[in-house]
């Protein structure tokens, strides 16, 4: 797992420890020293950490001006345990929120398990962003995690979405893609 290194070809446009407005700005990096871990497997020293024992996040690219951005993803989403939504949403997304951001794109692709609770925190996230035309999509997600997802009704709040292909895209065009999916969905 420490192999696995957060989406680095858009660090040309966009770098969350050099952003003022970012929750990690001013944050530095090693990469040699190894010191997070997900099931005792120590992962990329790039990977943010919020708050969760378990799920570690990185912005990888915010547009205030769009009022969009997009976090990939890795380790166990434990809303049973940890409640990592709890956690994502005050220390992470309520920041976003507040310097604008109101679309939201999740890269699941590394989030190896998914464990549910209630479903207060996304309905809060969902109902912040819905005044503004606000939407969350989750990229990516392994088939068990998605299964998980929906089992639990998240599916209400966060748009699931099959876009295996989304590293050619550029972050406008691959807002634009999204959204154009989920108005599609949304009958707009």
Not at 152 to 173: C, E, K, M, Q, T
């Amino acid at each position: 797992m420490h192999e696995i290194e957060p989406y680095f070809n858009w660090r040309h446009l966009y770098i969350a420890e050099e952003d003022p407005r970012s929750p990690f700005y001013g944050r530095e990096y090693s990469e040699f020293q190894f010191t997070q871990t997900v099931y005792n497997y120590f992962i990329h020293p790039q990977w943010d950490d919020f708050g969760s024992q378990t799920l570690y996040l990185k912005i990888l690219f915010a547009d205030y001006e769009l009022g969009s951005c997009v976090i990939e993803l890795i380790g166990e989403w434990n809303d049973a345990i940890e409640n990592d939504i709890m956690t994502l949403k005050r220390e992470i997304i309520d920041h976003l929120i507040a310097k604008g951001i109101y679309k939201f794109i999740l890269i699941g692709e590394n989030v190896l398990n998914f464990h549910s609770s209630d479903d207060c925190y996304y309905e809060e996230w969902y109902e912040d962003l819905e005044e503004k035309g606000g939407w969350i999509a989750m990229l990516g997600l392994p088939e068990q995690s998605r299964y998980d997802f929906t089992r639990a009704g998240i599916n209400r709040y966060v748009h699931l979405l099959d876009l295996p292909d989304w590293r050619p895209f550029s972050p406008s065009n691959l807002f634009q893609k999204v959204d154009t999916m989920i108005m599609k969905y949304l009958g707009n």
